[in-house]
């Protein structure tokens, strides 16, 4: 069974601060997703990563995955309170067809 | 809307009953996936259709949870015999299915949050 360790599981900063979020795992993956999750919602794809090494920015989101395709990590610069929200990673080991195994989630929280 | 509905969206049952919840997923998505997500934590997976062929079924925690989609279109999860632990949100997603792998995004529906008195 594939583990996905999220840290922190809770984060709380002042407006404007830079903040990551780390995703780590034992098991070596074929592609690794990041998404956000407001109350009564479902989670919504921020991006997914492939390629050992790769890096993709969203605006003021910069996310990377490592060389050896097992951990990720997502950088928030300048963080604003409309980033607040739940950041699951999540993976599968193949295809599509596989339903995803997510981490337990990071509680990020913004104050103004 | 084009995105994936799900219904009820608030349940409550008493333990012992017996608990049905929809989706509909995105016309023309072949892929449906039901979750489980407890309070506070990260969804986990429970089944997968394909059309409407159930392939996976290993994350149902017990044999009192159904999961079927007849058409391939709609599904619905049902829960025998609630117990207070199944209280949590139930989450949908769907995803189209590229023959030639890759991987496919899935889109999520709001969920159905359960509880079990």
């Known amino acids: 069974t594939q583990l996905l360790e999220q840290s922190p599981q809770f984060l709380s900063i002042q407006e404007g601060e830079n903040l990551t979020v780390y995703c780590n795992s034992s098991?070596?993956?074929?592609?690794l997703q990041w998404y956000r999750q407001e109350p009564g919602e479902g989670p919504v794809l921020l991006v997914t990563v492939v390629t050992g090494g790769e890096v993709k920015k969203l605006k003021r989101l910069t996310f990377q995955f490592g060389d050896a395709r097992k951990d990720s990590s997502l950088h928030i610069t300048a963080a604003q309170p409309g980033d607040t929200g739940l950041y699951l990673c999540a993976a599968a080991s193949g295809g599509g067809a596989d339903g995803l195994t997510f981490g337990k989630g990071t509680h990020l929280i913004i104050q103004p | 809307g084009a995105g994936v509905s799900q219904s009820p969206r608030y349940k409550v049952a008493k333990r012992g009953q017996d608990v049905a919840l929809r989706c509909d997923p995105i016309?023309?998505?072949?892929?449906l996936f039901w979750y489980q997500q407890a309070l506070g934590q990260g969804p986990e997976f429970l089944t997968y259709f394909q059309n409407e062929a159930q392939l996976d079924k290993s994350g149902l925690p017990s044999d009192r949870f159904f999961a079927e989609r007849p058409e391939g279109s709609v599904s619905t999860l049902k829960i025998q015999r609630t117990q207070q632990e199944d209280s949590a949100v139930y989450l949908c997603a769907s995803s189209l299915f590229l023959f030639g792998g890759g991987w496919n995004e899935q889109f999520f529906g709001p969920g159905t949050r359960l509880t079990v008195l």
């Open positions: 016309s023309g998505h072949v892929s």
């Open positions: 098991s070596v993956f074929s592609s």
